[in-house]
């Protein structure tokens, strides 16, 4: 079984192979230099000679390129082993709450078990996979970290290996590609920088989503779907007998295609080390988290007033790939249809004198079923409508404590200004407890270069795949307040 060590030591072995190749090739040379003084001087030299000379010159100038690469190598295993080092410490350090589905083993059953890490995201569930390793990525840790992707890289580290040494950066094989009209399936351990970077910008995430990294197609993640129950009972009667439920999360992956469009210039003409990796990874994630914050917050739509309105950003039907992973509120109209608000036929209008009763009854809602919502999310609009709000004395109004204390996130993704019957200026709500939110994610991530659909604006294309798969571990711990007066 390959280890980061052994490919370590292996990349090492190469490295001393390579660099003893630059000693050979370089004395070669300078025998060759010396010989040619003493015989010639400064003269001219004989055609045989000469090209004698450019051989070992060249060969001195690959056998630095393969030392180059060599040492390229090494580093790139030296931050696996690091990574894997930090990982183990993770690891070793989760205290269990001692919350486990029935029995005495949670791998007896293929259901998680609930720990709290040190240093983590606090108050959210932990899930463990069958073989008791974590299930989702600590908030704060970094894609690469879990042990189930470290396990990926490690597989594709030979594959990987020829790439990195020979581009070195996610921008310069990008240059590369792009004179090429090639495609490229980007090295594991990029993909998982643009993964975190995704992480970073998407709303969801930012409100407490939880990445599951897949390394199947098909993905199972164990819940309890129904709470054990105590009650009283007379003396000498019969113990009613009451356990947990549990079923499991099933996460399949669907594709997701991102386009990034740039200028040919800019891509032809970046060089290592001036930035471009860094900027090519943040428009490639900037995409794929604007793309997973509509499909987690809406998933497949078929009707409704968002799927018509003119400058909405909803999913239109048909435009991913089907399946489109089902997100918050098609689970719930799926689901839990009572924990969909609003939708009235002419929208929602806020009252002067209950003016907060929508949000707080977003609220509310899943907190009537024994959850706890951590985060609200709605659009810019819906949010200054609010915040700008006044009594009739012109003084700010003042905000409830339940919505003062809970988590408010923006994103636009959520479409704001649109109709509803004969309201206008429409938007959503949503509130959920978004821990409860899992985004499985696949580590392949493949580029194609687009250079001839948007040639006459000299301009080229980068084309993403993304896979993935998004769904909900309780649905009740989510409300959406919908068609509500936005702007």
Known sequence: MRTV????????????????????AKKALQRWTAAVAAEHGEGPLPADLAAQGDRLASAFGAARDAAKRAEGEVSAWQRAQAEENEEIRLQNDIRDTGVRGPGSSSAEHGLGTFRTAAGGSGGGPRWLREDGRPAVVERGQRFADHPVVAEQIGRAAERDRHIIGMHGGLGELVRSISTTSGSAVVPSVWAADVVDLARNYAAVYKAGAQTVPMDAKIVQIGRITGDATASFRTEGSTITASDPTFDNVTLTAVTLNALVVGSMEWFQDTTPGGGADQLVSEALAKKIALAIDQAALFGQITTGAEQTATGNNMLPTGGLPSPVPRGILANLLANASTSVL?????????????????????????????EAPNALMWPSHLARIYAEATDTQNNPMRVPADVDQINKFVSNQVPSGFTQGTGTLMSDLFVGDFTQLLIGQRLDLQITVLDQRYAELGQIALLATWRGDIQLARPRAFCVYRYLKGT
């Open 342 to 370: 609003g939708s009235a036929t002419n929208g929602t209008v806020q009252t002067a004198a209950t003016f907060w009763k929508e949000v707080l009854d977003t609220i509310w809602t899943p907190r009537d079923f024994n």
């Open 5 to 24: 060590a052994g490919e370590l030591a292996a990349a090492e072995e190469r490295r001393r192979t390579a660099d003893r190749g630059v000693g050979d």
